[in-house]
């Protein structure tokens, strides 16, 4: 089993910045793609980032490219988002999650890739 543990949640105002972090233990194996997903109340769970193992590869939803980073420490097992310019249509909960199977590129966006999820940490940006 994996688990998941994110931090880094808070509340800000609208054009601040936050850092979220989510450090996977158990048996992570030696490989994996790691990624962020937000749920806003009465909204479906949506993607947000992912980046593969090497950290080569990494895909962003439309709405964040360019104030969203994900970056990840492989030796930690740990992921990150740092996100900039928050907006308050940015207010969500935040999921990290996590899938140590070999998985196409063309599914990583798909919430139901992922066989394991953190608890959520809550993003309030304030206008």
């Known amino acids: 089993q994996v688990q998941l543990v994110e931090s880094g949640g808070g509340l800000v105002q609208a054009g601040g910045s936050l850092r979220l972090s989510c450090a996977a233990s158990?048996?992570?194996?030696?490989?994996?793609?790691m990624g962020w997903f937000r749920q806003a109340p009465g909204k479906e769970r949506e993607f947000v980032a992912i980046s593969t193992w090497s950290d080569t590869i990494t895909y962003y939803t439309d709405s964040v490219k360019g104030r969203f980073t994900i970056s990840r420490d492989n030796a930690k097992n740990t992921v990150y988002l740092q996100m900039n310019s928050l907006k308050p249509e940015d207010t969500a909960v935040y999921y990290c999650?996590?899938?140590?199977?070999?998985?196409?590129?063309?599914?990583?966006?798909?919430?139901?890739?992922?066989?394991?999820w953190g608890q959520g940490t809550q993003v309030t940006v304030s206008s």
């Open positions: 999650a996590a899938t140590y199977r070999g998985v196409p590129i063309t599914e990583v966006t798909v919430k139901g890739t992922y066989d394991y």
């Open positions: 158990g048996r992570t194996g030696s490989s994996g793609t």
